[in-house]
């Protein structure tokens, strides 16, 4: 299995809702991140886990809230969004510790979200 | 991380080959080339990477220049599948997940 699945693939939210996104991978990978995707721009990294421990996340919000329960999930939790906050997000992984292969990310297909 | 430079845009017939360009011109010696592109509205998909020698795969060619300043993509009989933006990244590997950015890239359009 060489893939990353994201689900759902869209997800519309008012701003009073709890929702989640979730990612999956049985690459054996362990470096999961969250990447966000504003229309014509390019990848913003959010949060970066490392052997199932949050290890980077670039002073996002805490109304995104990253979760990683094992080896092969990861969760992102969004609750009171704000409609700019409408985007794409991606979730990649990678091997955590190989070299030059640390930095070869398998991206999920993303979830597109619209806040409302 | 090493600052990379590419043109926004760039146009391709399709069957020729497509040449993307890439400055770093401050990269070290421990970092590492990496290209990746998007085609629209999927995730980012890892195409190739070097250090020094040029590298090849069953996607492209990776050309880097003898003082590592500059590197060129290389996509030898381009189709319209490979329209997409093509984001070249320098970075030194790290022990743990790493900060992986992605600048503007290069949108490459191939026509029939």
């Known amino acids: 299995d060489t893939e990353v699945t994201q689900t759902p693939k869209h997800l519309v939210m008012g701003m009073t809702n709890k929702k989640s996104l979730k990612c999956e991978q049985h690459?054996?990978?362990?470096?999961m991140y969250w990447y966000k995707q504003k229309a014509k721009k390019p990848p913003e990294l959010m949060f970066v886990y490392s052997y199932e421990k949050l290890s980077i996340n670039e002073s996002v919000p805490s109304r995104f809230s990253p979760e990683c329960p094992n080896s092969s999930l990861l969760n992102l939790h969004l609750h009171a969004l704000q409609p700019e906050d409408s985007a794409l997000y991606l979730c990649a992984s990678s091997q955590a510790s190989f070299r030059s292969g640390a930095n070869v990310l398998t991206f999920g297909a993303g979830s597109r979200l619209t806040v409302l | 991380d090493a600052k990379t430079t590419q043109p926004p845009s760039m146009d391709c017939a399709e069957g020729r080959a497509a040449n993307l360009p890439c400055n770093h011109s401050?990269?070290?010696?421990?970092?590492?080339v990496y290209w990746y592109r998007q085609i629209h509205s999927q995730g980012p998909q890892y195409i190739i990477h070097?250090?020094?020698n040029n590298e090849t795969n069953e996607m492209a060619s990776l050309i880097i220049t003898e003082d590592r300043k500059s590197s060129t993509l290389i996509l030898p009989h381009a189709t319209l599948r490979d329209t997409a933006v093509y984001y070249c990244?320098?970075?030194?590997?790290?022990?743990?997940?790493?900060?992986?950015?992605f600048g503007e890239g290069t949108q490459l359009t191939v026509n029939p």
């Open positions: 401050t990269i070290s010696g421990n970092e590492y």
């Open positions: 690459m054996g990978h362990r470096a």
């Open positions: 070097g250090l020094k």
């Open positions: 990244i320098v970075k030194g590997w790290e022990t743990s997940g790493s900060r992986l950015t």
